[in-house]
C-alpha cells in the first residue's frame, strides 16, 4: 500500500499541472481569443523605441521594433523603423521611431 501513495500523488500532480497550462493566461487573452481579427492596415501604432537619444541607433533600431512590438499589438511583417534627431537630443544623437499595423476586432 505504501508504494502507490507517490505514484497516486505523482499522477495527481501531472494532472494538476496539464489542467492549468490548458487554462488562459488572462481575460483578455481569452478574449482576444473568441474575436475574429484581421490585420487591415487601417489602425496604425507610433512610438519611439526605449532607450532615447543614442549615437548608435543604426543597425539596432529595427531589432528594438521588433522587440518592442508585441506590447503595441503589431501584425508581423508590419513593423517598421527609421532614426531621426529631435530637438531634445544633442545635435548627432537621434531617436529610433516604430511603426506597424495593429490587429483589429
Known amino acids: 500500500m505504501k508504494s502507490l501513495l507517490p505514484s497516486s500523488i505523482s499522477v495527481m500532480l501531472l494532472a494538476t499541472v496539464h489542467i492549468a497550462a490548458a487554462l488562459p493566461q488572462s481575460p483578455n487573452e481569452a478574449a482576444k481569443a473568441l474575436k475574429p481579427r484581421a490585420c487591415d492596415g487601417i489602425n ?16 539596432r533600431c529595427q531589432a528594438k521594433c521588433d522587440e518592442e512590438a508585441g506590447a503595441h499589438e503589431c501584425c508581423g511583417g508590419t513593423i517598421t523603423s527609421n532614426v531621426s534627431w529631435l530637438f531634445n537630443c544633442v545635435p548627432g544623437w537621434k531617436v529610433c521611431h516604430c511603426h506597424c499595423w495593429r490587429w483589429s476586432l
Not at 496604425?44 to 543597425?59: E, F, L, P, V, Y
Request: hydrophobic share 25%.
Open 44 to 59: 496604425t501604432s507610433n512610438w519611439d523605441a526605449s532607450g532615447g537619444c543614442k549615437a548608435n541607433w543604426s543597425g
